[in-house]
């Protein structure tokens, strides 16, 4: 079955092909009208017809005003259809390309792995796969509107036309290979729908969403939510605390940016066998060999989380490790946690 593309590629052929025989054809008829309007060879009629189809010109020959009047319907005729030649060779050239970009995506797709779909490219869509990008992670952004789509795939991302809350488009988009989903639409019924399709589809799948009005934060959890955050909440404490403590906003002001002087937090599985597992903390060199100052813990045993742990806790395999330092740091203190891990992200 033949695709959209494919019917516009086979359209676009069948008219180029008309269009250069009817070229050929006003070629062959100006020639022999040429050897009746004036008295020349055939070789010599060809060659005027050849130059002025093609404007070239060469010389007039001293025409006859029957052949001048000829001579103008065959420039025009000429023009046209030259002109209708190039604009469909231009299309062609236009959706080859864009066939190939599609062939492209769909390996890219196919590959995808670890990658976090980004539900909606608006401004926060825009911001968090930036984000991500950023940080050395892959996004792949889902919207209905193809021009966002376009946007997307023009800042370098991989990207797909369709409605989130369909199965068939989570499913192209390998979420079940996905390291998590984030649905950030400017409409919350739209991100209750699509956690819910994705929570379906795959129940132990990281889902964040964003919160665009009060209330919603209990829904998107219902729904099954893993985080859920409210883009203007943030906003405005942002700017409260601005106000309020002008001094911790400096601080914070390179929150989470990826350079020299950006602070972040990451977390770090320990893994079994790395040089941290079943350590005191006090005795990982976490601190001395990284930089990187642990914040907290979560237990794997009980999931609970420990906020500033004591120097004399003992990492076991599966706990993980909150770190919050500068961002150059940070490669260093997952390698020191998670070496496997590390290695996994740093060929993605």
């Known amino acids: 079955m033949l695709t959209g593309a494919d019917r516009d590629l086979q359209a676009v052929r069948y008219r180029l092909s008309r269009a250069v025989g009817v070229l050929a054809l006003l070629f062959l008829v100006a020639a022999y009208a040429y050897t009746h309007l004036m008295p020349w060879s055939l070789l010599q009629a060809l060659f005027f017809t050849l130059t002025t189809i093609t404007t070239i010109g060469y010389n007039d020959y001293a025409l006859t005003d029957e052949a001048k009047i000829f001579t103008m319907a065959v420039i025009v005729v000429g023009l046209a259809t030259w002109t209708f030649i190039v604009a469909h060779i231009i299309e062609l050239a236009v959706i080859g390309w864009q066939r190939w970009r599609s062939r492209q995506m769909e390996r890219d797709l196919a590959a995808a792995e670890r990658h976090f779909v980004v539900i ?52 192209k988009a390998r979420i079940a290979r996905a390291d998590g989903l984030m649905a950030v639409t400017r409409s919350d019924p739209v991100n209750v ?32 939510a893993d985080a859920v955050v409210s883009p203007y909440d943030l906003g405005a404490h942002r700017l409260a605390m601005a106000a309020v403590s002008p001094s911790v ?28 597992c079943d350590q005191a903390l006090r005795d990982t060199g976490v601190r001395q060999e990284t930089g990187v100052l642990i914040a907290a813990v979560k237990a794997a045993a009980d999931g609970k989380l420990v906020i500033s742990p004591d120097p004399t806790y003992v ?31 740093s060929g993605l």
């Open 120 to 171: 909606g490219y608006g401004l926060v869509g825009r911001s968090v796969a930036k984000w991500l990008r950023r940080n050395g992670r892959t996004a792949l952004v889902i919207d209905t509107n193809s021009q966002a789509v376009e946007e997307a795939r023009a800042d370098g991302l991989m990207a797909l036309c369709g409605d989130a809350t369909d199965e068939e488009t989570l499913l």
């Open 193 to 224: 729908f699509v956690t819910l399709t994705a929570r379906e589809l795959v129940p132990d799948l990281h889902i964040c969403a964003a919160a665009m009005a009060p209330g919603s934060e209990a829904k998107l959890r219902r729904a099954g």
């Open 249 to 276: 906003a400096e601080l914070m002001a390179g929150w989470g940016e990826s350079h020299e002087a950006g602070l972040v937090v990451r977390e770090a599985v320990v893994e079994t066998g790395s040089r941290v």
């Open 315 to 345: 990492l076991r395999a599966g706990d993980v490790v909150i770190g919050f330092g500068l961002y150059p740091n940070m490669a260093h203190f997952m390698e020191w946690i998670a070496p496997t891990t590390a290695s996994e992200l």
